[in-house]
C-alpha cells in the first residue's frame, strides 16, 4: 500500500503544472475526448510510464475530460481517505494507550469530515452548469477535505508516546498524506481550468457566432487562466490583430486589383471604418485598464460599427467581394464577444 501512495505522489506532482495549461474545451461536460488527451497530459510528467499506466487503469479515464478527471480525483481521494480511515480504526483497536487512542479518535474524525467534503465536491461536479458560486463551493469542500490528514498528522509530530510499531507502519504510510494533498493541488487547479471554462461558455452563449468566440478564446493560452478582466483584453487583442490585417492586407489587395472607380471609393471608406475600428479598440483597452466600463462598452459598440458600415456601402452594385463579407462577418462576432463581456462586467463589476 505505502508503494502506491508513493507512485501517485509522484504522478500527481508531475501533473499539477500541466492542468494549468490544457486546452479549455477538455472542460466541456459533454466531450468525448480520445486518448489524445491522456497522451498529452502524461508527455509533461516526470514518468510518462507511470502516468499512463495509472490514468488508463481506470476505465472512465479513457473518455474523460477535465471534469471527468476531477470526478475520477475525487473517487481516488475518498478510497485513499477511506482506506486509512479503516487503518486508524484498526490501529486504535490494537492500543490500551488513552493518549494515542484519543489521537486515534481525532483522525477518525478528521477523515470523516474529508470523506463527507470529498462528496460534497463530487455532487457539485455532476451539475450540468458550474456557476461561480459552485466553483468557489468546490474549491472550499476540497480544501476542507484537505485539511483533515494535515490535522491528523500534525497530532502524532506533537510528542509522546512513543510509536508502536502499528503506528510506525501508519506513519511509514504518510505517502497517503502526501498523495491527499497531491490530488488536491490537482483538484485545485482542475477547478480553475473548470471555472474558466463555463465562464467561457456562458459568454459565448450570448455573442452573434458562439462558435466563433468558443475558437477564438480557447485559441489563445491566456484564457486558461484568465478572469473576466483578462478574457475582455484578450478579446480586444484577438479583434485588433483581426481588423488590422484587413485594414493593412486584404482591403489594399482588393482596391488594386479594382477598376471600378466606384469599387475602389467603397474600399477607401472600408478602409476608414477598419482605423475607426481599430482606434476604438485601443480606447477600450484604456477605459478597461481605468476600470471604467461604461466608456469600454460604449468603444466596444463603436468598433462593431465598423464592419458593420463597411458592410452597409457595398448595398448596391458592384458587389461586396465575399473575402470582405467574410472578414466583416468575423469583426462583427468578434467585437460581439467584447460586448458580451462588457455587459457582464457591468452587471457583475471588476473584482
Do not use: H
Request: one cysteine or more; hydrophobic letters at 35%; aromatic letters at 6%.
Amino acid at each position: 500500500m505505502v508503494y502506491s501512495f508513493k507512485l501517485y505522489f509522484s504522478l500527481l506532482v508531475s501533473l499539477v503544472p500541466w492542468f494549468l495549461f490544457i486546452n479549455l474545451s477538455d472542460a466541456r461536460p459533454n466531450r468525448k475526448p480520445t486518448t489524445t488527451l491522456i497522451n498529452q497530459i502524461c508527455s509533461q510528467t516526470r514518468n510518462p510510464s507511470l502516468c499512463l499506466q495509472v490514468l488508463e487503469s481506470d476505465t472512465r479515464s479513457a473518455r474523460a475530460d477535465l471534469r471527468g478527471l476531477a470526478k475520477i480525483s475525487i473517487d481516488i481521494t475518498r478510497k485513499d481517505a477511506e482506506q486509512t480511515s479503516n487503518l486508524i480504526a484498526s490501529l486504535k483497536k490494537e492500543t490500551t494507550n488513552s493518549s494515542l487512542k484519543g489521537r486515534y479518535d481525532d483522525c477518525a474524525e478528521l477523515y470523516g469530515d474529508a470523506i463527507d467534503d470529498l462528496n460534497g465536491a463530487g455532487q457539485i461536479l455532476n451539475k450540468k452548469v458550474l456557476s461561480p458560486f459552485d466553483i468557489s463551493t468546490f474549491r472550499i469542500r476540497a480544501s476542507a477535505a484537505f485539511s483533515g490528514p494535515n490535522f491528523c498528522e500534525d497530532g502524532f509530530n506533537e510528542g509522546p508516546p512513543n510509536e508502536p510499531s502499528k503506528l510506525k507502519e501508519a506513519r511509514m504510510a504518510a505517502y497517503s498524506f502526501n498523495s491527499f494533498s497531491s490530488f488536491f493541488l490537482l483538484l485545485l487547479f482542475l477547478s480553475i481550468s473548470l471555472s474558466t471554462s463555463d465562464l467561457i461558455s456562458e459568454i459565448c452563449s450570448k455573442t452573434q457566432n458562439p462558435s466563433l468566440c468558443l475558437q477564438a478564446l480557447r485559441s489563445d493560452r491566456r484564457s486558461a487562466r484568465a478572469d473576466l478582466k483578462g478574457l475582455a483584453l484578450i478579446s480586444i487583442d484577438i479583434a485588433q490583430s483581426n481588423a488590422k490585417q484587413t485594414a493593412n492586407q486584404l482591403i489594399p489587395a482588393l482596391s488594386r486589383g479594382a477598376t471600378s472607380p466606384k469599387l475602389k471609393g467603397r474600399y477607401d471608406t472600408c478602409a476608414e471604418n477598419y482605423g475607426d475600428t481599430i482606434d476604438n479598440l485601443n480606447q477600450a483597452r484604456t477605459a478597461l485598464n481605468a476600470r471604467d466600463i461604461g466608456t469600454f462598452r460604449t468603444r466596444a459598440s463603436a468598433a462593431l460599427d465598423g464592419p458593420d458600415t463597411c458592410e452597409d456601402s457595398f448595398e448596391g452594385p458592384p458587389a461586396e467581394p465575399k473575402q470582405l463579407r467574410d472578414a466583416n462577418n468575423k469583426l462583427e462576432g468578434l467585437c460581439s464577444i467584447i460586448l458580451a463581456i462588457g455587459a457582464r462586467l457591468e452587471s457583475g463589476g471588476l473584482n
